[in-house]
């Protein structure tokens, strides 16, 4: 099993660009959700799915859209990146709820907004 | 909407000495409590969890982390460090009647030899 993949590990964007964080799992989890982490506040939710084609808002969802078409991915678009979304973007899955099961995370996005 | 409070950013240790990484919540309802562990450029992985029964709860490298309901706390204890455990540790808290989990900020570890 690779587990949960994110691609990619690097990625330069200008202000105003859009793209897409790729994020798959091959553990058959139901519940997915994408982090932000950033110095000194830990992770923060951004948005979470419990199961294909539902999907739900965190904590800092704006500026962020994502959608579930498979068990598998997850995939997280920025629309108009700004400075302020220059972080480190964790990916993570888990069998059930993620209320109370173990999180597997991906080994991360490092995004810079110049 | 639940908290988490992480009260030291830094801990630094001389190896072979005792370590306590504190760690307080805030919630209305019941909750489930987790540390996760981070080392360096990798992604976070799950040390223990608190969910019911036992308020003491152990992992498997020698961490044990104990829930106290009064005191609304999850620390975290290790009675003697390595060098391998500097890393950076979270602290997790989600309710029960929600699927959104707050992060602390985390304590970065160093042990020193």
């Known amino acids: 099993n690779a587990g949960v993949t994110q691609t990619p590990k690097f990625q330069v964007l200008k202000t105003g660009q859009s793209m897409t964080l790729q994020c798959a799992q091959d553990?058959?989890?139901?519940?997915m959700s994408w982090y932000r982490q950033d110095p000194g506040m830990g992770l923060r939710l951004i948005h979470y799915?419990?199961?294909?084609?539902?999907?739900d808002q965190g904590e800092v969802p704006n500026g962020y859209n994502v959608s579930r078409s498979t068990t598998e991915d997850f995939p997280l678009r920025l629309l108009s990146a700004a400075p302020s979304q220059t972080s480190v973007y964790f990916c993570a899955s888990s069998y059930g709820s993620g209320r109370y099961n173990e999180q597997f995370f991906g080994p991360g996005t490092r995004l810079t907004v110049l | 909407a639940q908290s988490v409070t992480q009260l030291d950013s830094q801990v630094p240790v001389f190896e072979e000495a005792p370590v306590e990484l504190r760690c307080n919540y805030s919630s209305s309802v019941s909750v489930y409590l987790f540390w996760y562990v981070q080392y360096p450029n990798q992604g976070l992985q799950l040390l223990l969890k608190?969910?019911?029964?036992?308020?003491l709860v152990e992992s498997i490298n020698g961490f044990e982390a104990e829930f106290n309901k009064s005191q609304t706390s999850f620390h975290l204890r290790k009675p003697s460090v390595h060098i391998s455990d500097t890393a950076e540790y979270f602290c997790?808290?989600?309710?029960?009647?929600?699927?959104?989990?707050?992060f602390g900020a985390g304590t970065r570890l160093t042990v020193k030899p």
């Open positions: 608190y969910l019911s029964g036992s308020t």
């Open positions: 997790a808290v989600s309710e029960s009647d929600n699927n959104d989990m707050r």
């Open positions: 553990m058959n989890h139901e519940y």
């Open positions: 799915s419990v199961g294909a084609g539902i999907t």
